[in-house]
């Protein structure tokens, strides 16, 4: 469904919209750090965002145009979150929004504004400003690879794609760009994911249907257990497709939703694949609970224990590490009927260690991608999770990150 063409064109491959990444001297790095991604037509809006108490000025700002309903713009810039900046933060978010506006014609209202980078430090306004302006004249169908490199931080490559369904009779585009690499933590993740459609829906539905999507996407993925203050998930929905409008739920409403969710689960493994430093990409499948909470909360366990997370970095069968997870969870258990397995070798089983074939779980362990499947036995629920290993470099990319 993904095709290599269509996810180039990414945030950009639905009907009416444009994007541009351009370089303005915000990151250290000379690299690409300010994106513009535009619909003339007005487009309904939703979003999600971060839980932490101490949220960045751009989720404030961004709350506020949501609540409007309808948007025609997000403006992002990586290198500096506009965190824990106090007045001036809220003044130089409102500001993103002001000079975005103005170029593009709209009214800031219009504009959802977002930053990732280090936290602490005020927004270089004069950088910004003659960044936005030249995103703005760069605006393209072309330009969703750019817009979606502007906006990584310590992501080792840019996550986009793009797909189309049939809605109604008329085929419907969707694409997205997101990154996230580090500070991710389930309840959003220090990431930004901006999702465009040409899919004519109701607001109110839109913003029900990736508020039910994120919590089997975005909220299922943890890199290191914490929990950023730029984090958002966002769509525009344009209508340009055509479609009769999706006003209630229904076939096109489920087709829609699915569609989304494909969507965000699939940016959801790739953030977590690429997790700072990772060599593992790991999923921590949960089965036999007694309710999906429940087979989260022990899931979520598991992939936020760094002594789990360092043994499979070093290719270490150690299932005691993850068993002491599950038992610590906070959520019922009888060892007895708990079954742990590694690759489909079943590594514990019944409340002690289970035979298994040495060489098998060597391969195993020496793959990329490993499946964690924990079977409690205690009920019909269960839940997924993605995550990463912790490794050296991980430590070297966050103890160097401010310096």
């Not at 619909?39 to 145009?65: D, W």
């Not at 076939?251 to 969710?261: G, M, N, P, S, V």
């Not at 360092?310 to 590490?321: H, L």
Request: charged share 20%.
């Amino acid at each position: 469904m993904f095709s290599e063409q269509n996810a180039k064109a990414g945030v950009a491959f639905p009907q009416g919209f444009k994007a541009a990444g351009v370089k303005a001297g915000i990151k250290k790095s000379g690299n690409l750090d300010v994106a513009v991604i535009y619909t003339e037509r007005e487009a309904a809006v939703a979003g999600v965002f971060t839980q932490n108490a101490v949220a960045a000025a751009p989720v404030f700002a961004s709350k506020k145009v949501v609540a409007t309903g309808t948007a025609h713009a997000i403006a992002a810039n990586a290198g500096c979150a506009n965190a824990c900046t106090g007045a001036q933060g809220e003044k130089d978010a409102r500001a993103m929004q002001e000079i975005t506006a103005a170029a593009l014609g709209c009214t800031p209202e219009d504009v959802l504004v977002a930053s990732t980078g280090v936290i602490g430090v005020n927004l270089p306004m004069d950088k910004m400003e003659a960044g936005l302006k030249a995103a703005v004249a760069a605006l393209s169908a072309d330009g969703s690879a750019n817009a979606g490199n502007a906006i990584i931080t310590t992501d080792t490559y840019s996550k986009s794609c793009a797909t189309e369904v049939t809605l109604g009779g008329k085929q419907v585009r969707f694409g997205a760009i997101a990154k996230g690499s580090g500070m991710i933590q389930p309840n959003m993740a220090t990431m930004l994911a901006f999702i465009t459609t040409d899919a004519a829906i109701d607001g109110k539905l839109l913003q029900k249907a990736l508020s039910e999507v994120v919590e089997i996407s975005f909220n299922m993925i943890s890199i290191d257990g914490d929990m950023s203050t730029n984090d958002m998930a966002v769509v525009l929905a344009n209508g340009a497709a055509g479609n009769a409008k999706i006003t209630a739920e229904g076939a096109d409403y489920e087709a829609f939703k699915a569609t989304l969710a494909e969507i965000c689960k699939g940016l959801s493994q790739r953030i977590a694949s690429d997790g700072e430093g990772a060599t593992k990409f790991l999923t921590v499948h949960v089965t036999g609970t007694k309710s999906f909470a429940d087979a989260k909360t022990i899931a979520m366990s598991v992939a936020k224990s760094p002594l789990v997370k360092t043994a499979f970095f070093g290719e270490d069968p150690n299932w005691g590490r993850v068993i002491c997870a599950v038992g610590y969870a906070g959520v019922p258990m009888n060892p007895e009927t708990t079954v742990v397995k590694f690759g489909g070798i079943p590594v514990y089983a019944h409340g002690v260690g289970a035979d298994y074939d040495e060489a098998a779980l060597k391969k195993v362990m020496g793959e990329h991608d490993i499946v964690i499947d924990i079977d409690m036995g205690m009920g019909t629920q269960e839940a997924t999770v993605w995550t990463c290993d912790f490794s050296y470099e991980y430590v070297k990319i966050n103890g160097e990150y401010h310096t």
